[in-house]
Nanobody
């Protein structure tokens, strides 16, 4: 079973930044399609950003220009740099790995944007 561990969440004010990290004891982060998802209270989980095995990235419209997903293969870590955070970015953020017809999830990290 692949283990993914997210970190970096917290409480910030609107306009501030956070960087989320996703690590794993497995090397899967270096070659899988990776994604960040989020789930706000009362809402369905949604895809926020993805990075393919060939490092092509894509973002949901609401975060384009503010969030950046990246992969550091040397550190076996995937990041989500979040800038100009808004109240509506408040959610639990989950790391996802997709490889060989299987998906793996982390436990989530809370991001709260509040004034």
């Amino acid at each position: 079973q692949v283990q993914l561990v997210e970190s970096g969440g917290g409480l910030v004010q609107p306009g501030e930044s956070l960087r989320l990290s996703c690590t794993s004891p497995d090397r899967i982060l270096t070659f899988a399609d990776m994604g960040w998802f989020r789930q706000a209270p009362g809402k369905q989980r949604e895809s926020v950003a993805v990075i393919t095995s060939t490092n092509i990235t894509d973002y949901t419209e609401s975060v384009k220009g503010r969030f950046t997903i990246s992969r550091d293969t040397a550190k076996n870590t995937v990041y989500l740099q979040m800038r100009v955070l808004k109240l509506e970015d408040t959610a639990v953020y989950y790391c996802n790995a997709a490889w060989d017809y299987a998906e793996y999830w982390g436990q989530g990290t809370q991001v709260t944007v509040s004034s």
